[in-house]
């Protein structure tokens, strides 16, 4: 019986151990909750050409001439 508690005892200090250093990286640089607002980034304002394209129409030949 005396065996088993000490076992016992050895082996909740082991698992104490590990949590604690599992545990440090998160006090270290705790997680921030997310927010539901949407992003709101300043885009590029749109520039439109003041002149118009060129537009030259080609004449299809006629196999039969």
């Not at 016992?8 to 250093?21: D, G, K």
Request: net charge positive; glycine share 0%.
């Amino acid at each position: 019986m005396k065996s088993l508690i000490i076992n016992l005892t050895n082996t909740i200090r082991i698992l104490y151990v590990l949590v604690i250093y599992l545990l440090i990286p998160y006090f270290k640089n705790p997680i921030k909750p997310r927010t539901n607002k949407p992003i709101s980034k300043p885009y590029r304002k749109i520039e439109v050409d003041t002149e118009l394209p060129i537009i030259e129409t080609i004449e299809v030949p006629n196999y039969k001439e």
